[in-house]
């Protein structure tokens, strides 16, 4: 039994199990949620996606859609994810010169019930992976990092924000 003192995981029941959080009764909010991360990668490779010429193509483009694409499909990728409406997914790159590595954000959006942090979590997740994948015949080497929520608004538990 969960104590009202404490933090309680949602995604189980009283014994234990695993279920889906029911949000039926929950209210509709704007629910946005930022997440980071960042890939490192060799000067060679960090080169030919600055200056675009990876023999794939532009590497960062596709990493774009890629990530965009992968926010829409958190709940075939998370057990107990809901399916969402989402109606917002912005997903943004800046280069880091001085360790030859790129950051890469996301931010989600929703009018709902339940918060979109996994869909955030997710794009950034992908659109990292996607990089590597595009980036791997130069540099297998590469290391995705720092994934994290940075923000995120809206819903009963209002605002949270990383601290630095």
């Known amino acids: 039994m969960a104590r009202e003192d404490k933090a309680v995981f949602t995604h189980f029941d009283d014994q234990g199990h695993a279920r889906m ?4 009764e929950k209210q509709e909010t704007v629910r946005v949620a930022d997440a ?10 960090y080169e030919l996606v600055k200056s675009g010429s990876m023999a794939k193509g ?16 958190v709940d075939e990728l998370i057990p107990l ?26 931010t989600v959006g929703i009018c709902g019930k339940t918060g979109v942090e996994m869909e955030a979590l997710t794009a950034v997740s992908v659109a990292a992976l996607t990089i590597y994948d595009m980036c791997k015949a130069v540099d297998k080497s590469m290391i995705i990092r ?17 601290k630095q």
């Open 21 to 24: 959080v029911d949000v039926s």
């Open 36 to 45: 980071a991360g960042n890939i490192k990668m060799s000067v060679d490779a």
């Open 58 to 73: 532009d590497v960062l483009g596709i990493a774009r859609v890629a990530g965009v694409m992968a926010a829409k499909k």
């Open 81 to 106: 994810a809901h399916p969402l409406l989402i109606t917002k997914v912005v997903v943004d790159f800046a280069y880091r010169d001085e360790d030859c590595s790129v950051d890469i954000f996301a």
């Open 146 to 162: 720092d994934i994290r929520l940075l923000k995120k608004t809206g819903g009963k538990s209002g605002t949270y924000i990383r």
